[in-house]
């Protein structure tokens, strides 16, 4: 809701309109591109009709995968505590691994640099939230490697790795 309410109502300045304009005509920016990133904006701008703008269109698609981000910056922070709990320690002091991701996911929301590129299009936020889901599934991997989940989970964090060092390559 912060994002939404905060968001660009349109282009704003920098690279902003030209990431706008490379998702509507799904085109190169400058090289090399970011072309997951004008992908997912091209499918912004098809299905979020609600907005008349095509800049609104893609910053509240910024502002949603920031949102998400956070939400991952949660989880990764509550299992990286956990991670160091012992068993008894996980169920009697689940407050303080609730509270840690509290507080890493709202640092993440409301941070400086993350805060102006959530309100805009911009590619570093996703980026960040694919970096930041494939940290929390290497953390979640660390219980299910001897499963055969653990070997799934593994080629996922490298594919997500891939999404997202292609969306800040610019």
């Known amino acids: 809701i912060a994002y939404t309410l905060a968001r660009a109502p349109a282009v704003s ?62 989880l990764t922070a509550f299992r990286a505590i956990q991670m160091f709990q012992s068993k008894t320690e996980r169920t009697a002091y689940l407050w303080v691994a ?6 890493a996911g709202t640092l993440t929301a409301f941070g400086d640099t993350f805060w102006f590129s959530a309100v805009e299009t911009e590619v570093y936020n996703f980026a960040m939230f694919f970096t930041l889901l494939g940290v929390w599934l290497m953390l979640e991997w660390t219980d299910l490697r001897s499963t055969p989940w653990g070997d799934r989970i593994l080629v996922l964090v490298v594919y997500l790795s891939f999404l997202a060092t292609n969306f800040t390559l610019f």
């Open 98 to 103: 609730g509270l840690g991701g509290l507080l």
């Open 13 to 74: 300045f920098w690279d902003c309109g030209e990431y706008i304009s490379a998702a509507n005509t799904l085109a190169v920016p400058h090289p090399p591109g970011a072309a997951a990133h004008h992908i997912v904006g091209r499918l912004g701008i098809m299905f979020f009709g609600w907005f008349s703008d095509l800049g609104a269109r893609t910053n509240w698609l910024s502002a949603l995968f920031s949102a998400l981000t956070a939400g991952v910056g949660y």
